[in-house]
């Protein structure tokens, strides 16, 4: 039997996403973002939450959709990886479900034009509702940390 995963709801267009909620610290609206320059185009820059600087990745950018301008609806999904916080700007944070581990299916190669390897599976929730599990490590792979480390410096 799986174990139960509670998980943040966020969409990015018309697909929904899932993140585990033990990787995630708050969510946030969309704040004033000071940009930096010489980074990955889908690095939006840094902002300053509480004291801590944090980077900035519009996860439209990073996984090639079509970017969109903020709304009241856009959010920031800050996340811990390992000694590093970063946030994920995203179209909408919705809500917080459980899905069951065995639930999770390995993702198709493609899904929404997302490639396989920033996810880690698709799960169906008791609802009936398909969740695009995100895969951090991939999503944050360590060369564009090393990139967003030096932000940080």
């Known amino acids: 039997m799986g174990e139960e995963i509670k998980v943040i709801v966020f969409a990015l267009g018309e697909e929904e996403y899932g993140i585990e909620v033990e ?11 000071t ?9 939006k820059g ?12 519009d996860l439209r950018g990073r996984f090639g959709l079509p970017e969109v301008e903020a709304t009241e609806a856009t959010r920031i999904i800050i996340v811990n990886s390992g000694e590093l ?11 917080v479900t459980d ?6 299916e390995l ?19 008791d609802g009936g509702r398909l969740l695009v599990m995100l ?10 940390l ?5 932000m940080e410096a």
């Not at 940009?35 to 690095?43: E, Y």
């Not at 916080?85 to 809500?95: C, L, M």
């Open 85 to 95: 916080e970063v946030g994920f700007i995203v179209d909408q944070a919705s809500d």
């Open 46 to 57: 840094v902002v300053n939450l509480r004291g801590v600087v944090v980077p900035l990745i």
């Open 35 to 43: 940009r930096v320059p010489k980074t990955m185009p889908f690095v």
């Open 99 to 104: 899905i069951n581990s065995d639930d999770i």
């Open 107 to 125: 993702p198709p190669e493609v899904v929404g034009g997302i490639q396989a390897k920033y996810l880690r599976g698709v799960a169906k929730t």
């Open 135 to 144: 895969n951090l490590s991939e999503v944050l792979n360590k060369a564009e």
């Open 23 to 33: 990787k995630v610290k708050t969510v946030e609206r969309m704040m004033p973002i």
């Open 146 to 150: 090393v990139q967003l480390e030096q």
